[in-house]
T-cell receptor, first 115, second 111 residues
Framework: EAGVAQSPRYKIIEKRQSVAFWCNPI?????LYWYQQILGQGPKLLIQ????????DSQLPKDRFSAERLKGVDSTLKIQPAKLEDSAVYLC?????????????FGPGTRLTVL | QQQVKQSPQSLIVQKGGIPIINCAYE??????FPWYQQFPGKGPALLIA?????SEKKEGRFTISFNKSAKQFSLHIMDSQPGDSATYFC??????????FGTGTRLQVFP
């Protein structure tokens, strides 16, 4: 079974530029998560989708971050404009179930550096 | 209230040793406590999880001990191996179904 795919793996941009990350979850998984992992910290949930609907985006900085899940499958996370403090690894995870007690399968992440 | 405090930040043991990683929480509404293992350049992977009605859970060489009254839980790795070298995160599920992660423990196991 193929795992969660993410691209790009690395991205370097200057502050105030925009950037987009892509995630392809495991086939058939209903729930998709985007996490932000700052160096030395644990992952922090940004947004959770169930199929193509948003379940939780309470920690998403909506003035600069946006996300969508196309047809309940792939997802993109966008930052516009980026700030220095957005430097982090952005992790996508998917789960076959609809609660966080169902195993979340993480992708390798996209490491973003904002200069 | 929403934090999960994890310690130590880093841990070095010799092969065969039993590293212990501790986590503490305040929110009594937390009801599910997973541990994740993360290798460099990879995403976290679920290792083992426990619910608060159980005091201990064992899977292979990994054991979670849970103390509900003290609001603490810990991960023990028996007969640790160099391949166990990774960063370990504890987490807790809050009422909104969100997982709150600890800050991570970097474990190094030397041969």
């Amino acid at each position: 079974e193929a795992g969660v795919a993410q691209s790009p793996r690395y991205k370097i941009i200057e502050k105030r530029q925009s950037v987009a990350f892509w995630c392809n979850p495991i086939s058939g998984h209903a729930t998709l998560y985007w996490y932000q992992q700052i160096l030395g910290q644990g992952p922090k949930l940004l947004i959770q989708f169930q199929n193509n609907g948003v379940v939780d985006d309470s920690q998403l900085p909506k003035d600069r971050f946006s996300a969508e899940r196309l047809k309940g499958v792939d997802s993109t996370l966008k930052i516009q404009p980026a700030k220095l403090e957005d430097s982090a690894v952005y992790l996508c995870a998917s789960s076959p179930g609809i609660t966080s007690t169902d195993t979340q399968y993480f992708g390798p992440g996209t490491r973003l550096t904002v200069l | 209230q929403q934090q999960v405090k994890q310690s130590p930040q880093s841990l070095i043991v010799q092969k065969g040793g039993i590293p212990i990683i501790n986590c503490a929480y305040e929110n009594t509404a937390f009801d599910y406590f997973p541990w994740y293992q993360q290798f460099p350049g990879k995403g976290p992977a679920l290792l083992i999880a426990i619910r608060p009605d159980v005091s201990e859970k064992k899977e292979g060489r990994f054991t979670i001990s849970f103390n509900k009254s003290a609001k603490q839980f810990s991960l023990h790795i028996m007969d640790s191996q160099p391949g166990d070298s990774a960063t370990y995160f504890c987490a807790a599920r809050e009422r909104t179904d969100k997982l709150i992660f600890g800050t991570g423990t970097r474990l190094q196991v030397f041969p």
